[in-house]
Nanobody
């Protein structure tokens, strides 16, 4: 079984900061990549940022404002969000790609989602 527990969402004024956390647990599995997606009302779920090993990638809309990081010892991924804008308002979902130990079988799992609301 795998589990993701998210925390850190909330309400913030434009220009403010928030940090999201996602703690992953799963016996018999290793983690390939971790990331964050977001979904605004009426829109599709889009990638915000992802980290694989030491490599990161970001959506163009958040480059220079958001930073993704990972604590391998804690199997936790963070998303530091600075200079928040009203258009960042969305439900943010943690995503982890797992690999079953001893195989090449990968699969994704999702967190429950955390609301981020930026007031202008």
């Amino acid at each position: 079984q795998v589990q993701l527990v998210e925390s850190g969402g909330g309400l913030v004024q434009a220009g403010g900061s928030l940090r999201l956390s996602c703690a992953a647990s799963g016996s018999s599995f290793s983690i390939n990549s971790m990331g964050w997606y977001r979904q605004a009302p009426g829109k599709q779920r889009d990638l915000v940022a992802a980290i694989t090993g030491g490599s990161t990638n970001y959506a163009d809309s958040v480059k220079g404002r958001f930073t993704i990081s990972r604590d391998n010892a804690k199997n936790t991924v963070y998303l530091q969000m600075n200079s928040l804008k009203s258009e960042d308002t969305a439900v943010y979902y943690c995503n982890v790609r797992w690999r079953r130990l001893g195989t090449l079988i990968d699969f994704p799992s999702w967190g429950q989602g955390t609301q981020v609301t930026v007031s202008s």
